[in-house]
């Protein structure tokens, strides 16, 4: 499963879709959420066999403007928990959204699922932004409209023989990610 940064593959969109919120220490946050601006990043299947109709967001924390934010969350939510048969089975034995075990948590990583979710639950406009992201980017990566069922615009570059086309917003986001990993070593 390959999984995109939604504002990786769109980053003019940061300015506009990008969601943030900052806590601050008289702001009633709860004692053990630490101030802060927090950062929610958006991640996406693309596997054209999958129709998990998921997102993984990451949380960012940057303690003040100066220093680089830290993953502090991750997050694995479905909004049709019922749209592939795999991801089924396992909705099944975990609720989602959910803490995702695979990724570092910070000790007050469910006070952040508490807010994400109660987040998601007042602002629709977010929830159903999530869906639409998760459609631009499957629109975006080429994945062929027969594959999972949603209708995609008809693509000249589409050739059974290839696989799905990759394009040059793609291949540039996708060097960016590798630029980066190959810093952080």
Not at 2 to 12: A, I, Q, R, W
Not at 108 to 132: G, H, P, V
Request: hydrophobic share 35%; aromatic share 10%.
């Amino acid at each position: 499963m390959e999984l995109l940064g939604y504002f990786d593959v769109f980053p003019d969109k940061t300015r506009t879709e990008l969601r943030t919120v900052t806590f601050t220490r008289d702001s009633g946050i709860r004692d053990v959420l630490v101030g802060g601006t927090f950062i929610f990043t958006e991640y996406f299947c693309t596997d054209p066999a999958c129709h998990c109709e998921r997102v993984l967001v990451k949380v960012l924390r940057a303690a003040s403007e100066e220093a680089r934010p830290e993953e502090v969350a991750t997050i694995s939510y479905s909004w049709n928990p019922d749209s592939d048969a795999i991801w089924s089975k396992v909705n099944s034995k975990v609720s989602t959204p959910f803490l995702d075990p695979f990724h570092r948590q910070a000790p007050y990583a469910e006070d952040l699922l508490d807010f994400w979710m109660t987040m998601i639950e007042r602002d629709k406009a977010y929830a159903l932004r999530l869906q639409r992201h998760y459609d631009e980017i499957r629109a975006e990566v080429g994945t062929p409209a027969e594959t999972w069922g949603r209708p995609q615009p008809p693509s000249d570059a589409d050739d059974a023989t290839t696989g799905p086309p990759r394009t040059k917003r793609m291949r540039k986001a996708r060097k960016q990610l590798l630029a980066r990993a190959r810093r952080r070593r």
